[in-house]
């Protein structure tokens, strides 16, 4: 596991994710007191990411439940595979006609089938889903649960009793345990309130759009040999956008897909007539393109103002 805060900073840094250290500060104490992170904030900014890049720099696998409306237990948790239990109970008749040839009572064949509970009753009727696989698993895993608040409030109840004891209840087998406590991360886009139950059972960590600084910093590691100058633009006017009344704010995920058109149009400045033409890779929606294009004028406008502004001169100033 992670041995400090900078520890976190520096692995997660090798796997190309920069996070501050209020980020690294929840992740290594989340591991210390083996309690799962409950990871909100806008789509985009790095939640469900956040959860990869920890299996790979703890070298451990990676579980994913992705969460949607209706999800049950059976799709989260396991299904048991009754036509395959039939099939080898058909392909077994022969066998089973064998187990009982010495049974004079109907009781003595009950006893007799009962002792072989353990082939009809056992896991490899068993199909584990993401939960389940989670605490059967022979080694420490990540358990990633994304966009938890898309599910119903019956499954959020249901995933209390997993986390409190990480240990389920098959009906055709017993109680299952957890070999290894997983390293749970759920992830939330605020579509609804989490209850108060779960967040007790989390630490809370809130990731939200990153400033310039670190959003520069970001488009940098991820888009090796994009220019100096277009980074710089590009932060300037998402800085803008993200203050505009738009349905889907641009997140860190759309503005490296921004910068990557960009740099393959081979576009060093945002004064080229192609920008406005790729703006369909950073807004989705046709109302907050229109919006961006209108920004994207007012901002070029007041740059080239700037920059074909007159320069007072040393005896200008002394009058």
Request: aromatic share 6%; with cysteine; glycine share 4%.
């Amino acid at each position: 596991m992670f041995e400090s805060v900078d520890d976190v900073i520096n692995r997660l840094a090798q796997q190309k994710y920069i996070c501050n250290k209020n980020v690294a500060t929840v992740v290594y104490l989340a591991c210390a007191m083996r309690k799962p992170i409950l990871v909100e904030g806008p789509a985009g900014v790095g939640k469900t990411e956040l959860g990869k890049v920890l299996a790979l720099s703890l070298s451990l696998e990676l579980i994913r439940l992705q969460c949607y409306e209706g999800l049950d237990e059976a799709k989260a948790l396991y299904e048991w595979e009754y036509a395959k239990q039939l099939l080898y109970t058909q392909i077994l008749k022969d066998k089973i006609g064998e187990v009982l040839a010495g049974s004079r009572t109907l009781q003595e064949a009950v006893d007799c089938i009962a002792k072989e509970d353990d082939v009809f009753f056992s896991n490899q009727f068993l199909l584990p889903r993401p939960l389940l696989r989670a605490i059967l698993s022979p080694r420490p895993s990540v358990l990633l649960i994304d966009e938890v608040d898309k599910s119903d409030t019956e499954f959020e109840a249901f995933l209390l009793e997993i986390l409190s004891d990480f240990q389920v209840s098959v009906p055709e087998i017993g109680t299952l345990k957890a070999n290894h406590l997983p390293f749970v991360v759920l992830t939330s886009n605020n579509s609804r309130e989490m209850s108060d139950a779960l967040k007790r059972r989390c630490l809370h960590l809130h990731l939200d759009f990153p400033d310039p600084q670190r959003e520069m910093e970001i488009i940098r590691l991820k888009v090796p040999g994009v220019g100096e100058k277009l980074v710089e633009e590009v932060v300037q006017i998402l800085q803008r956008l993200r203050k505009l009344d738009l349905k889907k704010k641009p997140s860190i995920s759309e503005t490296l897909d921004w910068v990557k058109a960009l740099t393959l149009l081979n576009i060093k400045s945002l004064d080229h007539q192609l920008v406005e033409e790729t703006l369909s890779t950073l807004m989705k929606y046709e109302g907050d393109i229109r919006k961006a294009q209108e920004e994207l004028k007012e901002y070029l406008a007041i740059h080239k103002a700037k920059v074909h502004a007159p320069v007072e001169s040393d005896k200008d100033l002394l009058h």
